[in-house]
Structures are given as C-alpha cells and as structure tokens.
C-alpha cells in the first residue's frame, strides 16, 4: 500500500527541510565551538520529536486523514500477517456470526424487503374484505367476491387502478394423456398493469381482455414453467396449453423472480378472470355472478397524493353501502387495506414477523457473543503488544491516532470475516433452499445473495470491527509507557484492570449464551409438544388421494358415481380397513365460512361465526378416528330430499349452546337461505395446524353439499405408504385420464404442514449451538488468559508447596464464580425475554423448568470444562520453569 | 508529554504567523534563520519551537502569504527559503494593527488593574 507520488514528493521534501534545519544549527553549534558529538546531541534535543513536528506539520496539508489511513491499513495488514493465529481465530469465530447473520438477512431480505419486479411499490395497496365479527379473538382476512370487485372498482375515487388475484389453486397441465400437477391464480384482466409490471416476454391480458366469461382463453405463464416445461424458447407465445378441461394460448412470460403480490408463494400460471368457470371447482365456478363467493384479494394503486387512510375510508363508505344494498352477502363485512409488503406475507405474515424477529435476535446474540470473543483475544494480545504501544507512545504517537490505528486492524479484521461470512451465508442459504418441500419448490421464493445483502454484510462487519476493537483499543492505548518500558512489567495494575474488563465481557457471555439457549430451548420444547400433540385424528395408517373430476370435465351424476365407485372397489383391496371422502386435506384448513344461530339476534354483527367447513361422506369419522361425542353419523338418507343436517364439533357446541342440548338446534350460513339442523357432536381434531387453539368445525353431508373436487381417505391395515401405488392403478383402472398428482401419506402430509414451523425451529436450534460453542471457546479463551496472568503466582504457591488440587481448586472456584454471577444474569434475562414470547409457546411456559435447567446445565459444564483445563495445564507446569520465566 | 506541547502551538498560532511574516519582511529565509532571527530579536525570550514554526510556515504558504524556493545558503548549503509575496504584505499589515489594538487593550486593562488596587 503506497502513497501517491505527489504526496510521497511532498513527504521528502519537508524531510530534507528538517534535514536541513539540523545541519545548520549543528554547524552553527561547532562554529561556536562545540564538539561534533555535542553539536548533534544538543541540536538534537532542541529540535525535538521529528516524527512529531513532520506529523503536524502534514497535518497543515490538509487530506492527512487519508494519507494516515492508509498507512493504518498498511500497518494493520502487516500486524494481521504477522499474528497468524490469532488472525485466523478472530477471522473464523465472526465469520460464523456474521454468516449466521447474512443467512438470516438474506431470507428476510426476500421475504419483507423484496423488491417485487414492480413499478413504485409504495402506492401499491392490498383491498381485503374483514368480517367485523367482535367475537373473534383477530380480524380475519377474507376475499372479495367478483361483483363486489366491480363495484369497488367502479366506485372508488382514489385508485389509478384497483385489480384482482385470486389464491393460487392446482390445476392438470395436461401433456398428451399425462397430466401435472401446476398452480394458478385468476386475476383480473387489469392486474399486471396495476403492479406495473413488465413481461419478460409476449404481452400482459390487455385491460380489454375481460370479454364474455369463457372467451377469453390466454394465459401468462411464470419464468420458471417456462424454463422447465418449454426450455426457455421464445417461441413459446402463440402456444397452446391444456389446463384442466379448457385450452388456453399462451401470451406472455413473467418476469423472473415475480410471484405476484405474495414474496413467499407464486403460481405458475395466471389466467384472466372471466375464465373462472373453465378452471375453478363446482363450488365456486359461478363466483362470477354470485356476489357470496368471495374468490379476489384485491390491490390497488393510490392516486398520487392520496394516502392509505384516505382510500381505507373512501372505501369503507362503499363497503357500508354494499352491506345496505346487499345485505345477505355482504352483512357484517368491510374492508381494510393492509400495505403490500404486509399483503405480501401472505395469511400467516403475524406469525412470519415474529419468527423472523426471533431469529434476528437470536443472530444478533450469537454476533454480540462473537464479538466478546475477539475482544478478549485481543485483549491478550493487547498484553503481548504492551511494549511496541509503549514504544509507539514515546515516539510521540498521539493517542487518538492509536486509537485509531487499532481501530483499523480490528475493522480489517471484520472485513476479512465479513468476506467468508458471505460464503457461509451463501452455502446457508443453498442448504436452507434445498429443504424446501419438493412439492412445490419451484413456487416457493428463492433467497438470493443481492446487492441489499452484500452491503448489509460490508456494513456488519464494520460495525463489528468496532464493537470489539473499541475496548481493547482504548484499553490498550492507556499503556504506562515508562512502567512498560522500564520492564519494571508485570507490574499488576494494567493487568489487573484487564483482567477486571475479561472479567465482565465473561459474566456478559454467560449471560448472553445462557438467555439464547434457554430460548432456543424454550422453542425446541414447544414444537416438540407441538409435533408430538393430539391431532385429534389418526395419521399413522392413513393415505390421501386428492381428486378433482370437476377439472376433468365430469358432471355432478358422473363425479357422484365415481365417488361411489371409487369407494367400494378401494374398499375391497386387501389390507384397506376404511374409506371415505372429504373436501378438506387435513392440516391444509382455513377457517371459510360465517356461520348465523337461529334464535340469535340476527342484527347484531357480532353473532356471526367464524368456522371450518368441511365436506364428508359417510364413515368419515371412523376412517379418521374421530369420536362421535352425541348424535348420529351422517347416513345414506341425508340427501338432497330430506332435512339439512350438520355436524359440529365441541367447540361450537360449547361455545353456543353452553349446558344446553345441542342436537336439534339449527344454523344457516350467512348469505345462505336455509336452515340446517344440527344431529351430532364430534370431537375436536386440529384444522388448521398443530397445537392450534380449537378452531370451529363444521362437517357437511356430501349427499347434501356436493362437491367435485374431494379428497380421498384410506384408512390402511398396515404401512400406507405401500398401499398408494395399488389405490393409484386401481383409480387409473377406472379413468385412466384423472389426475393423481398429489398422493401422500398422512405423515407425510403432517411434517408437509409443519414444515415452516420446523425449519425454524432447526434455525433457533442451529444458532443456539452456535452460539453455545463460540461461548465455551470464549470462556476457555479468558481463563487462560486469566490463569497466564497469574502463572507466576500458580508457580510461587507450587513451590512453597501448596497442595496441586487446590491450586486448581482456587482456580477453577474462581472462574466458576464468575459464571455463576453470569447464569444469575443470564436467567434473568432470559425470564424477561420469556414474557415477551409466552403468548407463542405452545405446551411449555416460558419459566418451564427443564428448559431452564437443560440449557443452565449444559453451559455451566461447558464453562466448568473451560475453567478446568487451563488451570490444569498450570499447575502442571514445573513451579521453577515458571517462576524463572517472570 | 505530547497534549501540552500540542497546547502550546495552539496558544503561539497568531503571534508566531505575525513574527514569522514580519522576518521575513526583510528578506527571504529559511526555518532554521527564522528561527534564528526570533529568538535574537527578542534577546532569546522568545524560543521558536520547530513543532510550531513548521506548521506555521507551512500553513502560511498555504494561505499563498510566502512562497518557498530551494537556494543555496551563503555556506552552500542547500536550504528551502520563504520570501513574502504582495499578499504576505498585506497581512502583515493587517496583523500588525490587530497585535497593536490587541496590545493597547491588554496594556489598558492591565494599568486600570493597578490604578484599583492603588486605591
């Protein structure tokens, strides 16, 4: 690292001068008749501090700072290289830290800041319909139905543009007989130029698209079909695909990367609204025409100068007419606008946030714990440096600029981290991807290393270097140059005051490491509970075929008569125990329906329920191994010629009817115009996920409530999974065209479930051993450094003969008292931070003590292991080889 | 030992500039002359520290109030001399009626002192 020549021109230049000003007064000395020998002491000593007078002197020349900086980094380099191990130590404990860290940020990054390919995401909101139901514990989220839309749409007076997207639902993409299983939203023929958003390839529906329901068969495909289905050929625009039972012509290709307004899950292709009819299933195909089949999330682009409160009540006023003019839909709903980084999380964005700051913190722990390390290697180090620094000082360095100096080399030293964090941040991330479920990878958002990355890493790292370089530095910089340099060392001051500072950075780590574990803990636990909990049905022997006739082009007597079939020919296969069908996949539930009492004050809006809905067909109970608490199973003569009838589950029994008989009592669905008598109580199973709160649950007779798209339930005498491949060929036998895209086992379909939860949970326990095992190496860093300063102490005792067990007994004491005053933070840390996470506990409290103690016993013998060694390789040190040392 | 000798330049900064532009007035010099030159003037009261007087010199070229030259020196040496430029002169000027306002009302202030304490 040099200067530049002008400048390194300057620099001899004011040395020659000064060069010159002492040969002059040393002449003028001799002339007057000194000895040359005093003649140069003398003029030397008048001159004073030549590097001193050449620095402020530069000082004058103004850019000094980045001259000086430069030979900082120059010296910092040099002392890096020369104190290898140290270097590659400090280098490897925060490239892991800030790996952790870049990991982490590069998912969030993905996910919260993402940058959808779209034009000027701050004027883009999400229109959501709530339900004002006050008897919900949260506001839920619902779609808006078609027509609704079209008046929202109409009506607004703060949208450049308000468009449509459905959920992503599957769909056969058909190849010759074969088909595949790919997502699709429906979205209104305005949608891309309200995201404004730009085709990689072809053209967007243009706004006029929206021509009679059915006419309009295009398609805009993702980048990734694309890729894999036609290999990226731009002939690609003018073909066709079948998808489900109509044929589309493809338009356009998405740009890469774009997965709509959700940064978590994207479709694979996406279709105009007035093709509805040809995709959905029976139940919502006249979601067109019916103002009740709430089917669009909406989101619109503001007017410039309009802000998000303004459009909320504008579009509020609407929602309020809606409700008047509509009352059987609409009654009790509104709407609310959510920010579209929000909207973008998708429905479980509260749970997202939180995760995520968990994980932030728990990284943000591990990096603090990282930085105490280097710390006190540097701290030791600084004992080893006392000499050069005391030097240095007495050459009339000035404070400040060691200060700086040493500033320099603990920031190149984050640097230096900072680079391999990114490659461990990247193979994190890769490893992190390759756990996405198989299924529907190629949906899911894929964390990349951007540029947001890079400079959160560079900036990290920085921020790094100084967090740990600033005690030591100041520390270091403090050296008695004359103490030092006299040798009259050892002297116990400065060493003692260091050891003071190790001592506290120590009782910090403990603290630290001890709060992390006890939350990684604390987490572990629940999701152990979770994953271990009741799911109130059996999934052990189970086997699940979804499938979709409606899709293939089947009619209510052709579906209903597959249905049959399909039962009672799988139900004849050896080794099968039960079937059944239903319309809900377990665990794979939201909650779908408003639910009106009869009897109830209908006026009121917070009558309304919110419940599960689900389809069944007969036996569905047995197979699932649900108990019927009261009343009866739906029977072959519920249908559509006899009474409505449901079934409930405990919940709404309890919460409803309290102490009262529930069999007998009736409901409606609200927009609905019927009443359905209730004649049987189920247990509780879990809807939604695992160790939910119980959720409403309503079961439907498929007799009465037909549906063309159902689920197949096996219940198997033993491993399912060897009865899928026989359940498959024999549905193949009976329509070879109908798709069985999605087989799973009901394991298989439970871990699919928890799969977020459980990748998190991997993460919390990744990062929490992480930062366990930086804490041990720091702790057993600082009592060596603690044990060396004081070696000659150990070999004094030693050889006034004390005892060698309690040598180390007063050593190893020593250390563990200072951990123990660690834990006693670390606990109380920990109970602080518990209160703020007990809500998302599930089966442990966040005081549960085998967490609690687990995680203290774990680090209290990682730290007792830590003490041990060093003190033991003291005391075995002969006491003559070390007193002769000092 | 290094703030205060840092101190003391701060504390000469205005005085050392007039010394150093009103030497110079007579000729061009270099720092070792100047230094010279101050301290004889003052009949060695005043001991030119060169951690101040090269700063100083330095600085004032900066200002472009004296311009420097390599020459050599009556014993053939080879020197970096300053010599004032119109500039210089012109601050000179300025200096030197700040110095004597400045001296008046220290002297003042300090006379009115005594005539007190007289009292």
């Known amino acids: 690292m040099k200067l530049p020549l002008w400048r390194r021109r300057q620099q001899q230049d004011l040395d020659a001068e000064l060069q010159s000003h002492l040969q002059m007064a040393i002449e003028d000395r001799i002339e007057r008749g000194e000895t040359l020998e005093q003649a140069e002491t003398r003029a030397l000593s008048e001159f004073g501090n030549q590097s001193l007078v050449k620095d402020v002197t530069r000082q004058t020349w103004g850019w000094t700072g980045f001259d000086d900086w430069l030979q900082d980094v120059h010296y910092g380099l040099r002392m890096l290289r020369k104190n290898l191990g140290f270097t590659v130590a400090a280098v490897l404990t925060l490239a892991l830290a800030i790996g952790a860290n870049t990991a982490v940020f590069t998912v969030l990054n993905t996910i919260f800041l993402h940058s959808l390919p779209v034009h000027d995401q701050s004027h883009l909101v999400a229109v959501k319909m709530t339900s004002a139901s006050k008897s919900e514990r949260s506001e839920r989220f619902l779609p808006i139905s078609y027509l609704n839309l079209k008046d929202l749409q109409g009506q607004n007076r703060v949208f450049s543009g308000l468009a449509g997207y459905s959920p992503p639902f599957s769909l056969p993409l058909w190849q010759g007989r074969s088909s595949q299983r790919v997502f699709a939203e429906v979205v209104t023929g305005n949608y891309f130029e309200v995201l404004g958003t730009s085709p990689a390839f072809g053209s967007f529906f243009a706004s006029g698209e929206e021509r009679a329901p059915g006419a309009n068969p295009v398609a805009v495909i993702s980048y990734g079909l694309w890729q894999r289905r036609f290999g990226g050929t731009p002939d690609v625009i003018g073909r066709e695909i079948r998808l489900s039972q109509a044929t589309f012509v493809i338009v356009g290709v998405a740009p890469q990367g774009f997965l709509g307004v959700d940064a978590i899950f994207g479709p694979d292709v996406w279709l105009p609204s007035n093709m509805t009819e040809q995709v959905l299933a029976t139940a919502m195909r006249d979601a067109l025409t019916d103002r009740g089949k709430p089917l669009f999330f909406g989101v619109g682009r503001l007017q410039t100068g309009i802000s998000s409160a303004q459009a909320e009540s504008d579009l509020k006023t609407i929602a309020t007419s809606l409700a008047r003019e509509y009352p059987g839909p609409n009654a009790g709903h509104s709407i609310v606008l959510q920010s579209a980084s929000m909207a973008a999380l998708g429905p479980y964005g509260a749970g997202i946030l939180f995760g995520s700051a968990l994980l932030m913190t728990l990284v943000g722990l591990v990096l603090l714990i990282a930085c105490s390390n280097v710390a006190n290697l540097l701290m030791a180090r600084a004992e080893a440096r006392r000499h050069e620094i005391a030097v240095r000082i007495s050459m009339g360095a000035i404070r400040l600029r060691l200060i700086r100096q040493l500033l320099t080399e603990s920031m190149l030293l984050g640097m230096a981290s900072g680079i391999f964090a990114l490659l461990l941040g990247y193979a994190g991330v890769s490893l992190l991807s390759s756990f996405r479920p198989a299924e529907y990878a190629q949906n899911l958002a894929s964390p990349k290393l951007d540029a947001q990355v890079f400079v959160f890493t560079l900036l990290l790292s920085l921020l790094t270097g100084v967090i740990f370089g600033i005690v030591p530095a100041l520390e270091s910089s403090r050296a008695p140059v004359l103490e030092v340099l006299k040798e009259a060392s050892r002297s116990l001051t400065g060493s003692q005051r260091r050891v003071r500072i190790a001592n506290v950075l120590l009782v910090g780590q403990v603290a630290l490491s001890l709060a992390a574990l006890i939350m990684a803990a604390l987490f572990l636990r629940s999701v152990q509970r979770q994953s271990t909990a009741d799911p109130g049905f059996q999934t052990h022997n189970l086997a699940l075929f979804p499938l979709n006739p409606g899709q293939v082009g089947y009619d209510r007597a052709r579906s209903e008569n597959l249905y049959r079939r399909v039962e009672t020919d799988v139900a004849a296969l050896p080794g099968i125990d039960s079937v059944s069908w239903a319309s809900n996949l377990p665990l794979w539930e939201r909650v779908a329906a408003d639910v009106v009492i009869e009897g109830r004050a209908q006026q009121r809006k917070s009558d309304t329920v919110g419940s599960v809905v689900n389809t069944i067909d007969l036996n569905y109970f047995s197979v699932m191994g649900i108990p019927i608490v009261r009343g009866r199973d739906f029977t072959e003569s519920d249908d559509e010629r006899s009474m409505p009838v449901a079934i409930v589950n405990e919940t709404i029994a309890h919460t409803y009817w309290p102490g009262q008989e529930v069999l007998g009592k009736r409901f409606r669905f609200a927009g609905g115009n019927f009443y359905r008598q209730i004649v049987g109580v189920v247990k509780n199973s879990t809807y939604v996920t695992l160790g939910e709160t119980p959720q409403s649950c309503i079961y439907l007779p498929l007799r009465q409530n037909f549906s063309d798209a159902m689920v197949l339930y096996v219940r198997t005498h033993g491993d399912p999974a060897q009865a899928l491949a026989p359940i498959e060929r024999h549905i193949h036998d009976i329509d070879p065209q109908m798709p069985l895209d999605d087989v799973r086992t009901g394991s298989t379909i439970i871990s699919q479930a928890m799969w977020g939860t459980e990748m998190g949970v991997g993460m919390l326990s990744v990062f929490g051993l992480l930062g366990l095992l930086l804490a041990s190496v720091g702790l057993y860093g600082i009592m060596s450094y603690a044990v060396n300063q004081r070696q000659h102490e150990i070999g004094i005792r030693m050889a006034l003969g004390a005892d060698r067990a309690r040598v180390l007994k007063t050593f190893v004491g020593q250390g563990m008292k200072l951990v123990g005053i660690g834990v006693v933070a670390g606990l109380a840390l920990a109970l602080l931070a518990g209160r703020a996470v007990s809500s998302l506990l599930y089966g442990v409290t966040a005081t549960d003590p085998i967490s609690i103690a687990l995680a203290s016993a774990v680090l209290v013998s990682g730290a007792a292991f830590a003490c041990f060694i060093p003190a033991h390789a003291a005391t075995r040190v002969d006491p003559l080889t070390s007193l002769r040392e000092s | ?119």
């Not at chain 2, 101190?7 to 070792?32: A, F, M, S």
């Not at chain 2, 306002?101 to 005594?114: F, K, M, P």
């Open chain 2, 1 to 119: 030992m290094p703030p205060a000798y840092q101190n003391r330049i701060e504390l000469l900064q205005g005085t050392l500039d007039l010394l150093v532009l009103q030497t110079l007035q007579w000729g061009p010099q270099h720092g070792y002359g100047i230094a010279q030159c101050i301290r004889g003037g003052s009949g060695d009261t005043l001991q030119v520290e060169t951690g101040s007087l090269y700063p100083a010199l330095h600085r004032l070229e900066r200002q472009g109030w004296i311009v420097s030259e390599w020459k050599l020196t009556d014993k053939k040496q080879r020197a970096k001399f300053y010599r004032l430029t119109r500039a210089g002169k012109t601050q000179l000027l300025r200096e030197r009626s700040r110095w004597e306002q400045l001296s008046d009302a220290i002297a003042a202030i300090l006379n009115a002192v005594r005539t007190e304490g007289e009292v």
